[in-house]
């Protein structure tokens, strides 16, 4: 039997107070472009040979705007035509459903409980090749459940399903959830906020990351300060900035590995 075995309503909402704050087609023009921005990266990262891949979006602490990323970066690669999936996979504290203003059951921990669910039921009224698959019922073992062989189960179909799959998962500093699904993810995301991330816990995310052999995608800064000056001449800066700060660390602890 598959994970969607029964005919159900649309979950969406007509709400308009969240989605119009964190809605890539709502957001100022810079925003947006650097979201399709991103989209673009990704088609010079991601396998050639990979049918659907699974990006999860991650951060090393609270508050960076992981969730915010997973949902625009999903909505622009269906935007271009994609089918796409965002999964809400922070099963601890989801945002998800609040964010869009759908409800947030059932979603994934129901799937990982052997609860089925319509397809239909998680499509956006906003396009229809987007669906939002929210947390669901927050369970009381999380980690168990995305690291565990229905997990592997559930992206498996899934992934017959769809173009790209985008997983929103928690804090890697915080708790373990992020390193135990990384086995079953193409790539992860690490989402970086300007003047809030700090480069000790950064630092820390990394080696966290590196140590399980988790493929690292990218960074994306959020919430960058474009100040005075060109706007080609401010994002060369903060993203040059961070990235200096990323390779340092990898040839750093490259080196030590050699020894």
Not at 83 to 98: E, T
Not at 179 to 189: Q, R
Request: aromatic share 8%; charged share 25%.
């Amino acid at each position: 039997m598959g994970i969607f075995n029964s005919k159900k309503k649309n979950q969406f909402l007509a709400g308009n107070g969240e989605i119009q704050k964190t809605l890539h087609k709502n957001l100022e023009f810079t925003a947006t472009e650097q979201y399709k921005l991103i989209r673009t990266n990704l088609d010079f990262t991601l396998p050639e040979d990979e049918k659907c891949p699974v990006i999860g979006i991650t951060s090393a602490m609270r508050g960076g705007g992981k969730s915010t990323t997973a949902v625009n970066l999903s909505y622009v690669l269906a935007e271009k035509g994609s089918k796409v999936l965002l999964v809400d996979a922070d099963l601890r504290i989801p945002s998800i459903a609040k964010k869009l203003e759908i409800e947030s059951t059932p979603g994934l921990a129901d799937l990982l409980r052997g609860k089925g669910a319509a397809l239909s039921e998680f499509r956006s009224h906003l396009l229809d090749n987007w669906y939002v698959l929210p947390s669901g019922d927050i369970p009381p073992n999380p980690s168990e459940l995305l690291g565990s062989v229905r997990m592997k189960s559930i992206l498996e179909q899934l992934k017959e399903m769809f173009d790209y799959i985008i997983v929103d998962l928690p804090p890697v500093n915080l708790v373990s959830d992020a390193i135990s699904i990384s086995k079953y993810i193409t790539g992860m995301i690490v989402v970086v906020r300007e003047d809030h991330t700090e480069k000790k816990e950064l630092d820390r995310c990394f080696r966290q990351l590196r140590m399980s052999n988790v493929n690292i995608i990218g960074c994306v800064i959020n919430d960058a300060k474009t100040g005075k000056g060109s706007y080609g001449r401010y994002r060369r800066y903060r993203y040059y900035k961070y990235y200096k700060y990323y390779q340092t660390y990898q040839s750093s602890t490259q080196k030590g590995d050699k020894k």
